[in-house]
């Protein structure tokens, strides 16, 4: 299932994606992608890369903390998806406490590409503000076999390493590939949505935005690990840090 029109599921609640287009306007887009080029002319972006078998992490960001000193803007494009999620919600979402993973700017160079995973936080929203070849975000909606009670545990890594095998997901999977599309915006439950992003073949970056909601209630036992391998820390990891407990 390739998204490349206007699509969205019907049911966000049972699927666990939704996908709409124009949310953001063209002009819009270019707008904060200029402020963005601004901001690398001026700043060193971290480089984050993390060797793995099929899929590798291989991108640049800038972190939340650098978003809320230089890039205001973005603050409005936050409080509309905020709307959009809590319209008919049963359960507020709010943005992470931690404003260093609240949300993020993905620069995804020629070549780059971001690997298999799911998230750390309930829902996940990714706003692209370019188009460019290659670059999906590839996904299985409401894939995991998610056992709340135990997710930083062996038994939770041991499932989630074998439904991220190819094979499995071959066999048991049905992958959604979100093209992407300046002023797109895809909504997934980051938590149970295994996704990754397909390697850039332009010349030019993969430009995204990313914002990250969960219950107020929220806790994350491995966020400084997780924090230190997605920013760009000179750390090294003989273990996931997804199950990497502080």
């Known amino acids: 299932m390739n998204f490349d029109n206007l699509i969205?599921?019907?049911?966000?609640?049972?699927?666990?994606?939704?996908?709409?287009?124009?949310?953001?306007?063209?002009?819009k887009c270019e707008y904060i992608l200029k402020l963005i080029e601004n901001y690398r002319n001026a700043h060193q972006v971290?480089?984050?890369?993390?060797?793995?078998?099929?899929?590798?992490?291989?991108?640049?960001?800038?972190?939340?903390?650098?978003?809320?000193?230089?890039?205001?803007?973005?603050?409005q494009?936050?409080?509309?998806?905020?709307?959009?999620?809590?319209?008919?919600n049963s359960q507020e979402l709010v943005r992470l406490e931690n404003i260093r993973a609240a949300c993020n700017i993905n620069i995804t160079q020629p070549g780059g590409e971001y690997c298999w995973h799911y998230d750390r936080n309930l829902l996940t929203g990714i706003l692209y503000l370019n188009d460019v070849d290659g670059g999906e975000t590839e996904c299985y909606p409401d894939y995991r076999l998610y056992i709340p009670k135990f997710r930083y545990s062996y038994l939770q890594r041991s499932l989630d390493s074998l439904f991220k095998l190819k094979i499995i997901r071959l066999l048991f999977g049905k992958k959604v590939s979100?093209?992407?599309?300046?002023?797109?915006?895809?909504?997934?439950?980051?938590?149970?949505?295994?996704?990754?992003?397909?390697?850039?073949?332009?010349?030019?970056?993969?430009?995204?935005?990313?914002?990250?909601?969960?219950?107020?209630?929220?806790?994350?036992?491995?966020?400084?690990?997780?924090?230190a391998y997605i920013y760009g820390g000179q750390e090294e990891f003989k273990s996931d840090p997804n199950y990497l407990k502080s």
């Open 8 to 27: 969205f599921t019907h049911q966000f609640s049972d699927h666990g994606l939704y996908i709409q287009d124009d949310f953001l306007d063209l002009e």
């Open 46 to 75: 971290p480089s984050v890369y993390r060797k793995k078998m099929e899929r590798s992490l291989n991108y640049r960001v800038i972190d939340g903390e650098a978003i809320a000193q230089h890039f205001p803007e973005i603050e």
């Open 77 to 88: 494009i936050y409080q509309k998806i905020d709307r959009l999620i809590n319209k008919e």
């Open 178 to 227: 979100i093209k992407p599309k300046p002023g797109r915006l895809a909504l997934m439950y980051g938590i149970k949505c295994l996704h990754s992003v397909h390697s850039v073949l332009s010349d030019n970056d993969r430009i995204v935005l990313i914002f990250s909601f969960d219950l107020a209630t929220a806790q994350f036992s491995n966020e400084q690990h997780l924090d």
